[in-house]
C-alpha cells in the first residue's frame, strides 16, 4: 500500500503503532521503515502507517505480535511455517492452537479462516441456516460467511463437520479474494488432465484460482477436485488470497 501512494518506499516516512486490543488506541512506538519489536510486546497489536511528503497517508492492517519460536506447533523448518505465521499475525489462525497440517478440514475450520481474514464476527441480517439456529456456538460466523457469499449452503443447511474439496476450496478462495466476482470468473476454462472429473458449477473459479496463482495443481497436471482438503493445503491458498485481498 505504502508504494500506491506515489513514491519510493525508501522515501515515505513510517511509524509503528502498538494497542493492546485489535480495535484499542494505538499509540506510536517507533519509526523508520524496519523497526525491531522490543520484548514484551507479545500478544499486542501492530500497524504502520507510512505518508509520503505530499501528506498522503495510509495505515495497515493490524497484526498480532507473535511471540519467538514454533507458532500453532509448526517447526519452524517446515515450508509452511511462513505462512502460518503470517496467518496467525493476521487472525486466520489462532498462534496458541495447535495445528496438525496433515488433518482434513471442516467446512467450519474455514469459515472460521474467512472470518479471521475479513473480521466477520456475526451476520448483519437474518441468515436462516437449516443445520444451525442463532443460539448454536457456529452460527454466527457461519451465517456471517455465508451472507458475504464467501461459501455455499448444502441443500440449506451449512454442515460444519463436513470436510472440504480441493474444488470447493478453489471455489471459496475466488469467492472470498475480494475481486469483483462477475469480472473474475469470465471465460475461465480450467486445462487439467482430469478436468471432466470436476463438477461443472466448479469449472471457472478453479482455472481462476490456477489464473490468480492461489492454488495449482495436486500433482504434474492433476487436479484431484475431489479430494478433501487438509490444513496444510488451506494455510497454502488462503495464504495466497490474504495477500491479494490485502487482508
Not at 4 to 19: E, F, K, N, R
Not at 21 to 49: F, R
Not at 169 to 188: H, M, N, Q, R, V
Request: proline share 5%; with cysteine; hydrophobic share 35%.
Amino acid at each position: 500500500d505504502a508504494i500506491l501512494l506515489g513514491g519510493d518506499p525508501a522515501s515515505l516516512d513510517y511509524t509503528w503503532l502498538v494497542a493492546d486490543q485489535k480495535d484499542g488506541t494505538y499509540e506510536a512506538a517507533g519509526e523508520g521503515q524496519e523497526w525491531t519489536i522490543p520484548e514484551g510486546l507479545e500478544g499486542k497489536y501492530l500497524k504502520v502507517t507510512a505518508s509520503d511528503e505530499n501528506g498522503n497517508q495510509n495505515t495497515s492492517i493490524a497484526y498480532t505480535i507473535l511471540p519467538t519460536g514454533p507458532v500453532c506447533g509448526v517447526d519452524e523448518g517446515n515450508e509452511l511455517n511462513d505462512s502460518v505465521r503470517r496467518l496467525a499475525a493476521k487472525g486466520l489462525l489462532d498462534p496458541a492452537e495447535t495445528v496438525d497440517l496433515e488433518k482434513e478440514v471442516t467446512r467450519y475450520d474455514v469459515a472460521k479462516m474467512l472470518a479471521g481474514m475479513w473480521n466477520l464476527t456475526q451476520p448483519k441480517g437474518d441468515v436462516e441456516l437449516k443445520d444451525l439456529t442463532p443460539k448454536d456456538e457456529q452460527y454466527n460466523i457461519a451465517a456471517a460467511v455465508i451472507e458475504k457469499g464467501m461459501m455455499d449452503l448444502k441443500d440449506g443447511a451449512f454442515a460444519p463437520e463436513e470436510p472440504v474439496t480441493r474444488q470447493e476450496l478453489a471455489d471459496i478462495a475466488i469467492k472470498s479474494c475480494g475481486a469483483p466476482y462477475d469480472e473474475t470468473t469470465f471465460w475461465a476454462t480450467p486445462t487439467y488432465d482430469d478436468t471432466d472429473e470436476i463438477d461443472v458449477y466448479y469449472h471457472t473459479n478453479v482455472a481462476t484460482c490456477d489464473d490468480f496463482g492461489f492454488m495449482k495443481a495436486a500433482e504434474g497436471n492433476t487436479f484431484a477436485p475431489k479430494k478433501n482438503a487438509d490444513f496444510a493445503i488451506v494455510i497454502e491458498v488462503l495464504d495466497q488470497v490474504a495477500v491479494y485481498a490485502r487482508r
